[in-house]
């Protein structure tokens, strides 16, 4: 539908057509990246869930596949549900997922490649004795399901997990077994949290404490920290926390309890779900995809007839300066896409202006920022007012907020803000917040717009600085080298296509800030079905 065509990405994944939403089963194989994803292949809207099938040679440019997995036996017939690939030491390959049965109770089935020497993985053969697992007594029919990619254990034998609730209490049970199609549940949880509700969608990974590299899912020992994640239900929203896992007795203990899995960190404090990382054993890195969904009307969706995107896939690590958090940081691959590029050096933007930075074309942008403060002398730096993001760029305080205006039009009757906002406690704190205001993104009607933001670690010595990507419809924007994120899901009406523009601005009462940027134009990623009739 042309009517929606500039809402259309250039750079991110998206369906041709209809409905996405969880990534599944990411892997490197044969010199391939594969993506699955849940997917409706007959509408805009949530329902009929397959598996759709995309590889890459890049994680940047994506040829469609057929659909690997389709609802199609009785074990599945409502829908095969998110899941994970585990690629086992002797070359073969394992899927597990959850199917919704015919009577739409969940239950975990083992897929696994028709023909492990095709590169491309076309084809996938469900295992005939499936389901291999059932919801164990005590834990509902339908509040089972999303199992992770499998780990060993010293004792031989692989482990999975896999999210459930019991009364409001999220959980993550785990399993033993030696084949992938029968299984032993371990003793007690991983870990539980009281009132975070369903966990779907958990991963589990280690990260190595000092180190540029991703860990494969399997390694333990000295220097290493687990990381557990489950997208929240109730909220919506992807949680992680950092701690340590002991293989023994089947538990993992957060570093802080304080910012446990949904209660601390969000992977993405925007718009996001149902993430899944994979390591990378082509470039030993580990990689996070995230589901982006759509923030306007069903109604929009089946008009335009497509719905939702992936995140441009993220590599994360333990960020070691902090000792608190992870970094996410896009993959190198996307630097590819640079074209043209544009330098600022030290632009002073006066507390309370705006300036705009004349770089042409700004609706594929891959920007990098950084901010210094200069506090005027008239002001007296302490205790101002709202803290966090406040109620978007217009609320001012003393030290923010401050930041760049993307995808706005000339007249600034649109625009998104990203900015940090640093609050300034009476006692002395510094607490610095990195935020994303959609309030003013867009004048279609009927859009949920709103303000999203999260802390954000700034050490002594360090810049503000950020890096923000904007593709037509999507802004993710990542603070402090990616120790907060957030992705943006936003439907400008008048700054698009050449009437988009980038302004900085300076929000703040009592700073000044000196901006440095460096910005290049991206080039559009090719995303187009594999020419299958070719090979
Ligand atoms: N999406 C899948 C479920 C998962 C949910 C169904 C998360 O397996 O729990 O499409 O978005």
């Known amino acids: 539908n042309a009517m929606f065509s500039w809402q259309r990405t250039a750079f991110h994944f998206q369906p041709e057509r ?15 990246y594969h993506l699955f994803y849940q997917y409706n292949p007959d509408s805009a809207v949530w329902g009929n869930i397959t598996w759709g099938h995309a590889v890459s040679i890049d994680l940047i440019h994506w040829l469609y596949l057929p659909l690997a997995m389709v609802p199609d036996r009785w074990f599945d017939a409502n829908g095969v549900w998110t899941g994970s690939s585990t690629i086992l030491p002797d070359g073969q390959i394992v899927i597990l ?4 049965t015919n009577e739409s109770v969940q239950v975990q089935n083992l897929a696994y490649p028709a023909n492990l020497s095709d590169p491309l993985l076309l084809h996938w053969v469900k295992y005939s004795g499936n389901p291999v697992l059932t919801a164990p007594p005590g834990i509902g029919s339908t509040d089972f399901r999303d199992p992770t990619t499998a780990w060993i254990g010293p004792d031989g034998l692989w482990r999975i997990t896999l999210g459930s609730k019991v009364n409001k209490t999220g959980i993550s049970i785990v399993y033993t077994t030696a084949n992938f199609i029968d299984y032993e549940l371990l003793e007690g949880v991983l870990h539980a949290v009281p009132g975070t509700g369903m966990w779907e969608c958990v991963d589990f990974y280690p990260v190595s404490i000092n180190g540029s590299k991703g860990l494969e899912t399997s390694a333990n020992g000295p220097g290493v920290k687990h990381v557990l994640k ?27 309890p304080k910012i446990d899995v949904g209660i601390g960190l969000k992977y993405d404090y925007g718009r996001y779900y149902a993430s899944k990382t994979f390591y990378d054993q082509n470039k030993e890195r ?12 069903e109604t929009d969706d089946l008009e335009k007839g497509w719905s939702s995107l992936q995140t441009i896939p993220r590599v994360v690590l333990f960020d070691n300066a902090t000792g608190t958090n992870l970094l996410q940081w896009p993959v190198e691959e996307i630097e590819d896409l640079r074209l043209n590029t544009t330098e600022f050096s030290d632009v002073l933007v006066e507390a309370g202006t705006v ?12 920007i990098l920022v950084d901010f210094e403060i200069q506090v005027l002398e008239t002001e007296c730096v302490n205790g101002n007012g709202s803290v966090g993001c406040g109620d978007g760029a217009t609320d001012r305080s003393t030290l923010g907020p401050f930041g760049i205006l993307v995808l706005a039009d000339e007249t600034l009757s649109e625009l998104t803000p990203v900015y940090f906002r640093v609050s300034n406690s009476t006692d002395g704190d510094v607490t610095t917040y990195f935020c994303a205001d959609e309030t003013r993104s867009s004048k279609a009607p009927e859009v949920y717009k709103t303000v999203y933001g999260g802390q ?5 010595g360090e810049t503000y600085s950020a890096r923000v990507l904007v593709d037509h419809s999507i802004v993710e924007s990542f603070a402090q080298g990616g120790r907060t994120v957030i992705a943006s899901r936003i439907y400008p009406t008048e700054a698009i296509y050449g009437a988009a523009r980038l302004f900085l601005f300076n929000n703040a009462t009592g700073v000044n800030v000196k901006a440095t940027l460096k910005i290049w134009e ?3 990623a090719f995303i187009h079905p594999f020419p299958l009739d070719q090979i």
Do not use: C, H
Not at 287 to 296: A, C, K, M, P, S
Not at 456 to 460: E, T
């Open 456 to 460: 954000v670690p700034v050490l002594d």
């Open 97 to 100: 997922y959850t199917g919704s």
């Open 355 to 366: 300036v705009p930075l004349d770089i042409g074309t700004a609706t594929q942008l891959d």
């Open 286 to 297: 580990r990689i996070l995809l995230g589901w982006i969904n759509e923030t306007d009307t």
């Open 18 to 32: 209809n409905w996405m939403n969880d990534p599944n089963g990411p892997m490197f194989y044969k010199g391939w």
């Open 522 to 524: 991206l080039n559009s």
């Open 230 to 256: 489950a997208s929240l239900d109730d909220k919506k929203m992807d949680y992680y926390a950092i701690g340590t896992y002991f293989v023994e007795n089947n538990t993992w203990i957060p570093d802080d």
